[in-house]
């Protein structure tokens, strides 16, 4: 039985057989019939044992290794692109479905959050060239027109003569466009990447559309503000972010004026024609002003504000209406008052630490000084929404960034953001916030100038790295609320900023699951991070972009209108603490880091050229030195996705009956138990133990010890699927979205050549090759790190 529409598997078999069509023109006759028998014994695989698997694929192996460079990296571009092709394929479906559904909310209006808030960042986890994800944008929007003009006629879907044309040529440029970055991007490139997806006219008009809902939504970045381990950010480059999203912004709102124009060259009345044009004109004059950003930038920003208000006035009372466009400038405007995608800076509490307040020479401090000349005149907040220290550990970590703002801004503030992100920092937390708030001058700022909030960041990933997905989880669900009461005693509303990604081990998953567990304060202003890779799938197309907002908002609404959810059970807590007491034995073990590096890229890493940011930190490899994400990525990449389920299966089986009883009740009960459950389930199903079997006996390690180590993958694997399956009480680990286990059984198979392919590139050390398969593995992961 299928779980998947009849339209979609069409749409997918008819683009992939295009595609074939240009590897055929590409390659001639016998290297696509090559590429064709590999794809369909990777079908055949799907049926096979995990030993009769493994043995297929350590022989195609073999084979791939005699290769020539040449034609490893064809196959490498053509099972890439073909996952990618896949991926457009399900967005533009996606897209299709929910432009034909009604998605009003049904949620009351006194329960709706009061705000959601994106933060895009890029960290190394967008693998894709921005040409590669330009080209299928353009066969995203094709296939989606496809499927919209066979509903309109009402006919059984199938491309056409002319559209599977225009598919082949896109196609041919996708073959010929290159897939991965040959060298590492700087910050720059990023923000340009970013506003070049996050402002595409149709998504910021869509995005807009949504400001005229009821709650408010607002975007920030990271990128030019996020100094912390990052060489390559300093004050130049913090301006140069936000001139780029000036620029942008700026054009957007001429765009709108010259949309106005055109309805009063309608007009016949000289008297009405007079005033509207004089004040446009006074509106266009003060735009062309701002283009540049200069010192006191904030003051020319509020002379515009009052112009475009005073515009929007005259043309209403004239027309007995509000223009369109005006009213999306208006909108324009209260998302983005300064016409900047305002930044957040980030600093690391020991370099804080580092430089006395006396001699102001960090480059944090270069960076608050230019957010004073800027926003001299104005609000700084326009620019700068805040400053996160991260590692936050003790209290004076946050009273020294409170105090070097203050030295820059004077009264003007802009609010200090703690990020508790690892163990001992989320278990700190509520004692941290105790001693912070009852300082005069932070609660005086947070009462008066933080809209009577005070905003705290709480990080998936290095608690994660440290401890495994499910002890991070249990660490965090534990410090939320009880940093909702500190903040409530003190007469302040907590606000909670989110830093997950795409993959689960980062805090990843359904918007519902992963907003279950959260306390109320958390649920009315939506604040999380989107990262990499997952800014473009979030924001692929108008419709997926509005209805992620939709359903944040509709999620949101329904835990704002039930009872807070409470503490983690003393028995999930036990559970958790020995799932992670496994996790850490292992990851300390000096032999576990040596499979590590030899087995995973992460040796390789300096070779990929996926973020401008430094991929590892320099110096023996330990945990501590690990950095999160690429961490992450290395597992996702061998198919492993080792943090989120390594340690359970131990942990369950060790367990009492009474104990395992307690926790299937609180499999029931607690809503945070329950959507890591569902992670787990998503990501066992992920996981292909044969594929990294091929890893470990290509590591160089003597025989005994890869068996060894791939019996012990396989034995707590095999541990936690039961795990699994006597909490849920279900066999199969998507019972709870079929169509997506359909998916992932479907694309898995497809992703094994190109592991082969990159275990060959690491031992020839073939950077081109490693970086092609490094994207090609994320595309059909639908994740990178």
């Known amino acids: 039985m299928t779980h998947l529409s009849s339209e979609l598997r069409t749409l997918v078999y008819q683009s992939v057989f295009q595609f074939g069509l240009v590897i055929q023109r590409e390659l001639g006759e016998k290297k696509y019939n090559m590429v064709e028998s590999i794809r369909k014994k990777m079908v055949e695989l799907r ?77 190394p986890t967008e693998a894709r060239s921005p040409q590669n994800i330009a080209v299928f944008h353009l066969i995203q929007d094709l296939l989606q027109q496809s499927l919209v003009r066979a509903t309109n006629i009402k006919a059984e879907f199938s491309l056409t003569a002319s559209e599977s044309e225009k598919l082949f040529h896109l196609l041919e440029l996708a073959w010929h466009t290159p897939i991965a970055r040959k060298r590492s991007p700087h910050v ?52 140069e972010s936000l001139s780029l999203s000036r620029k942008r912004l700026v054009e957007v709102a001429t765009d709108l004026l010259r949309q106005v124009q055109q309805s009063l060259d309608y007009t016949q009345s000289s008297k009405l024609l007079t005033d509207l044009q004089t004040d446009l004109q006074k509106v266009k004059k003060a735009l062309s002003q701002i283009k540049v950003l200069k010192k006191s930038d904030a003051k020319r920003i509020d002379s515009m504000h009052k112009l475009v208000h005073s515009f929007l006035g005259l043309y209403t009372r004239s027309f007995g209406v509000e223009h369109p466009s005006l009213l999306q400038l208006k909108k324009l405007l209260h998302i983005f008052p300064a016409l900047v995608i305002p930044l957040e800076l980030r600093e690391s509490s020991d370099v804080l630490m580092s430089r006395p307040l006396s001699q102001p020479s960090l480059v944090i401090d270069r960076m608050l000084r230019l957010l004073a000349d800027l926003s001299d005149g104005g609000d700084p907040r326009w ?88 002890y991070s989880r249990i660490a965090i669900a534990t410090a939320l609320p009880q940093l909702e009461r500190v903040c409530k005693k003190a007469g302040l509303t907590s606000v909670f900023f989110h830093g997950s990604g795409g993959s689960v081990d980062r805090g990843g998953g359904s918007i519902d699951d992963q907003i279950a567990w959260w306390p109320k304060t958390a649920l009315d202003r939506y604040k999380v991070t989107i990262q ?111 943090q989120t389920w390594w340690g359970v299966g131990s942990a369950w089986e060790e367990s009492t009956s009474a104990q395992k009883k307690a926790l299937k009740a609180s499999y029931k009960k607690e809503a945070v138990f329950r959507s890591y459950i569902k992670a787990l389930g998503f990501t066992i199903a992920k996981v292909e133990m044969p594929v990294w079997k091929v890893y470990l ?89």
């Open 383 to 470: 620019y700068v929404r805040g400053f996160i220290i991260s590692m936050t550990q003790k209290p004076e970590h946050v009273i020294m960034a409170f105090k070097r703002q203050r030295l820059f801004l004077k009264k003007r503030s802009i609010p200090v953001i703690p990020l508790f992100e690892d163990a001992e920092s989320l278990r700190d937390a509520e004692q941290i916030m105790q001693v912070l708030l009852k300082m005069p001058q932070i609660k005086s700022a947070a009462k008066n100038d933080w809209g009577a909030r005070f905003e705290m960041m709480v990080g998936y990933s290095d608690s994660s790295k440290e401890s495994g997905a499910l």
């Open 47 to 123: 049926k096979a044992s995990d030993e009769n698997s493994f043995q297929q694929l350590n022989t195609l192996y073999r084979q791939i290794e005699k290769w020539s460079t040449e034609d490893r990296t064809h196959l490498a571009h053509a099972f890439t692109l073909m996952l990618e092709l896949m991926n457009a394929c399900e967005n533009a479906y996606r897209s299709y479905r929910l432009d034909q559904k009604d998605h009003t909310s049904v949620a009351p209006k006194s329960k709706l959050p009061s705000a959601v808030i994106y933060v895009l960042t890029a960290h």
């Open 697 to 785: 006996s290509q590591c160089g390690l003597p025989q005994s010890e890869v068996d060894m180590v791939y019996a012990s993958f396989q034995k707590e694997y095999q541990r936690t699927i039961r795990a699994y399956q006597e909490i849920t009480g279900e066999k199969q680990f998507l019972w709870f979205r079929p169509w997506l286990g359909e998916s992932i059984q479907l694309r898995s198979s497809m992703i094994h050549p190109l592991n082969l392919l990159q275990i060959t590139a690491k031992k020839k050390n073939e950077a081109d090759l490693l970086r092609v398969t490094v994207t090609g593995i994320s595309s059909g992961m639908l994740t990178t790190g």
């Open 532 to 642: 990499g890779e997952m800014i473009d799938r979030s924001l692929a197309t108008p419709s997926i972009a509005q209805r992620q907002v939709q359903k944040i908002i509709e999620y949101a609404a329904k835990g704002l209108t039930q009872k807070s959810q409470p503490l983690p059970s003393s028995e999930l807590k036990k559970f958790s603490g020995r799932v992670a007491s496994y996790y850490r034995q292992t990851i300390t073990e000096s032999e576990f880091l040596k499979i590590s590096e030899r087995a995973t890229p992460y040796s390789y890493l300096n070779l990929l050229k996926i973020g401008s940011r430094p991929s590892k930190r320099s110096g023996e490899l330990t945990v501590k030195n690990l950095r999160a994400i690429p961490w992450v990525l290395c597992w996702t990449q061998t198919r492993v996705l080792f």
């Open 188 to 239: 720059k490139d990023e923000a340009e990447h970013i506003y070049s997806l996050i402002l595409r006219d149709h998504v910021l008009l869509a995005l807009l559309d949504m400001e005229s809902h009821d709650v408010p939504l607002f975007i920030r970045t990271w990128v030019g503000g996020d100094k912390d381990g990052h060489p390559g950010v300093n004050e130049k480059v913090m301006r």
